[in-house]
Nanobody, 127 residues
Framework: QVQVVESGGGLVQAGGSLRLSCAAS????????MGWFRQAPGKGREFVAA????????QYTDSVKGRFTISRDNVVNTVYLQMSSLKSEDTAVYYC????????????????????WGQGTQVTVSS
């Protein structure tokens, strides 16, 4: 029943920056984690970044380390993805996922373990 809405995508020149936002319904619920995944044309969905809600522990895919930063709001169920030094290969539809509970495994990169997804927001980086 959790609804997820992403925003902030758009067209940006290589080297530029964008800030994506993801808002989940039920502001009082406590997710285990929220994360960002992306899907480029002709490719599968790829893990980008995620954050554990309580500890704020983060995890990133190697290709975005040092360029992207994931963070969350102190109160409401909102997560952000600050993207800088964008490259053409970052072009994709970016999806926000909500993972409601832990399954005993520490990793956050498996999209199959997320419970709800937003509709996606398009990020296009021109060369």
């Amino acid at each position: 029943q959790v609804q997820v809405v992403e925003s902030g995508g758009g067209l940006v020149q290589a080297g530029g920056s964008l800030r994506l936002s993801c808002a989940a319904s039920a502001r009082t619920f406590m997710p285990y984690a929220m994360g960002w995944f992306r899907q480029a044309p002709g490719k599968g969905r790829e893990f980008v970044a995620a954050i554990r809600w309580n500890s704020r522990t983060t995890q990133y895919t190697d290709s975005v380390k040092g360029r992207f930063t994931i963070s969350r709001d102190n109160v409401v169920n909102t997560v952000y993805l600050q993207m800088s030094s964008l490259k053409s290969e970052d072009t994709a539809v970016y999806y926000c996922g909500v993972r409601l509970r832990s399954d005993g495994r520490s990793g956050l990169s498996d999209g199959e373990r997320y419970d709800s997804w937003g509709q996606g927001t398009q990020v296009t980086v021109s060369s």
